[in-house]
């Protein structure tokens, strides 16, 4: 089989790792790739805002399968139009990504379907949503509708303040692009949980559950970055928690998708709160999330491709995935000044050491490759993933790796995990 990927970051290096390891796969190509990812698959530019662009790699390279890692791709119909084209491919349709691409989409779905979420209000002019403030308490959570990598939430301690950022949404001071729909949210108590799930419209088959580290700083401070460490265990949560979650959050998702006309294949990331009355959905991706696919695949032992497969033919009942007992723990190194501003160009090195410790996999998020020197070239770097029986171990074995990798201005968290250590103490 010949796999194509679309994609350029660390979530993609994980999935071409993990389609290697396929015993049916003889040709991995990755559109556009990045330095690492070069190491193991053919890299072949393409512009991922340019739809026309992706289906010509599609209709030159000709993949068996093709597997799309970013949300831009599917919120501008990829899928839909490789599927028109005949190919096969992994993803959402653009219909059914708008449970990622809309927020307000997401929640007034939520409600539609007694899915547990935090009360919300959709505004779509400033008067409304004054208005509307007054039925929420402080701290307020504004959100902006669109996909806006990251930027799109603000936790608003007073409600001037929050009033101030849906303006800021509204006018496009905030993001750039003035946003049509602002949604304000009930604030949530909690820990959070990274729940993925296959689902091939019908079936849902639950990965491993992670847990995520955000903010660029230890002790869960500072900026949102896109994901600075994540770490998956099979205490993260129990079976009956999971359980409960399937049954009253994924199924009924993935159902009521169906039931809308809209059926959902690919990646379901659900966002949650774990708060004192239960889950809660805070949102939803409809793709592989960057970092938790690199933990998530370092643990999967059954074949990627064959469960891939499996939801494209609407038989993921008959799939059974299979994980490595224990724990995996990813430490994201990144450029000095990410999330801000930073520089790129610096030479990396050390990797073929760090490379080596076991259980070790380094996985690129931004990387490019000069002659034969890999350099910096994004704010998210590279990451070391490791897996291994404990989390303490898998953990010590990722920084083990981390302390032999170098670039100027290098920075990672040394606190990944911190919040499940705590647990076990
Ligand atoms: N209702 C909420 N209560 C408390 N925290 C929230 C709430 N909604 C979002 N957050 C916090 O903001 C982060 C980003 O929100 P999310 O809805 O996941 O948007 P995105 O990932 O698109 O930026 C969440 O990971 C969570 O930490
Ligand atoms: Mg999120």
């Known amino acids: 089989m ?4 679309l994609g350029s970051g660390g979530r993609e290096h994980a999935l071409a790792w993990a389609v290697k390891r396929s015993k049916r796969v003889t040709e991995i190509v990755c559109a556009p790739g990045n330095g690492g990812i070069a190491q193991i698959a053919r890299c072949v530019p393409v512009d991922l805002k340019d739809l026309d662009a992706m289906v010509h790699v599609a209709d030159i390279e000709q993949p068996d399968l093709t597997i799309v890692g970013p949300e831009l791709p599917l919120s501008l119909g990829i899928v839909d139009a490789m599927q028109r084209r005949g190919f096969r491919v992994f993803g959402p349709t653009r219909a059914a990504a708008m449970l990622e691409n809309s927020k307000g989409f997401a929640k007034r779905f939520l409600q539609r379907h007694n899915i547990p979420t935090a009360n919300y209000a959709v505004c779509t002019k400033a008067d409304e949503l004054e208005k509307a403030i007054d039925i929420f308490r402080a701290p ?7 996909l806006a990598a990251g930027k799109g939430v603000i936790i608003c301690p007073s409600r ?3 009033l101030e950022a849906a303006h800021g949404l509204f006018s496009g001071k905030l993001l750039g692009e003035p946003q049509h729909q602002v949604i304000l949210e009930e604030f949530l108590d909690g820990e959070e949980i990274s ?17 995520d580290h955000k903010r660029i700083g230890e002790g869960d401070t500072g900026p949102n970055t896109g994901g600075m460490g994540v770490y998956s265990t099979d205490t993260l949560l129990d079976a009956a928690m999971q359980e409960w979650i399937m049954h009253h959050i994924a199924e009924p998702t993935v159902q009521g998708m169906a039931l809308e006309g809209t059926p959902f294949m ?4 659900i966002g949650l709160m774990m708060t004192a009355r ?7 991706n409809a793709r592989f999330g960057d970092p938790e696919t690199q933990a998530i695949l370092l643990r999967l032992e059954s074949d990627l491709v064959d469960a891939l497969e499996a939801s494209i033919d609407g038989r993921l009942d ?11 723990a990813c430490v994201v190194a990144s450029s000095s000044g990410y999330p801000g501003s930073y520089k790129t160009g610096f030479p990396i090195t050390g990797l073929s050491t760090a490379a080596e410790v076991p259980g070790v996999q380094i996985f690129h998020s931004g990387s490019a490759r000069l002659g034969s020197q890999l350099m910096t070239g994004g704010g998210r770097v590279l990451a070391a993933a490791a897996a291994a029986p404990s989390l303490q171990e898998a953990l010590a074995r990722a920084y083990q790796a981390m302390a032999e990798i170098q670039f100027e201005g290098i920075y990672f968290r040394r606190d990944i995990g911190h ?3 705590k647990r076990t103490q």
């Open 278 to 284: 239960g889950p809660q959905v805070l949102e939803f």
């Open 140 to 146: 307020i959570v504004v959100k902006a509708d669109g």
């Open 160 to 162: 001037q303040i929050a």
């Open 2 to 5: 010949k796999v194509l990927i």
């Open 419 to 421: 919040r499940a250590l």
């Open 318 to 328: 008959q799939v059974e995935l299979r994980w490595t007992p224990g724990a995996s």
């Open 195 to 211: 729940f993925l799930c296959l689902s091939d419209g019908t079936h849902v088959a639950p990965l491993a559950p992670a847990q």
């Open 266 to 269: 690919g990646v379901l990331y």
